[in-house]
């Protein structure tokens, strides 16, 4: 237990801290509530219309695949990585990675093709 007592404290310590700067302001702050200081601040711009129109779905499209093509980047440096390290992938098994890895990528490009042949990257397109 004795070993211990260090994170005992240093947690009381961070928690105690938090605490005390999410309450210490609500207690020491002026509150001098206007209208100007309550309206929503839109980066320096008056707000104009409502905020919970929806968005249009090419959006959400380009949010996939800027995900779908982060994602392969994750799985894609790895890979690199490990290749060329001496002490990664054994060398009989390094044409296979390597296979495996222009597969992945071709699909990815050929998804790539496919997207920009419906047009989801075209914004002016109706």
Do not use: C
């Not at 098994?93 to 042949?117: E, K, M, P, Q, S």
Request: charged share 20%; glycine share 4%.
């Amino acid at each position: 237990m004795a070993n211990y007592l260090p994170i005992l404290i240093y947690l009381v310590a961070v928690i105690g801290f938090a605490a005390v700067s999410l309450i210490l302001p609500h207690i020491v702050a002026p509150k001098r509530p206007t209208r100007i200081k309550d309206m929503p601040y839109e980066s320096g711009m008056d707000p104009v219309g409502d905020a919970r129109k929806p968005f249009d779905v090419k959006f959400y499209l380009i949010a996939i695949l800027f995900l779908v093509f982060d994602i392969e980047l994750l799985f894609v440096y790895p890979w690199a990585v490990s290749l060329l390290a001496p002490d990664g992938v054994p060398q009989d098994f390094r044409a296979a990675v390597l296979a495996v890895l222009l597969v992945l990528i071709a699909t990815l490009g050929v998804a790539y093709l496919v997207a920009y042949r419906k047009g989801v990257f075209d914004w002016r397109r109706k």
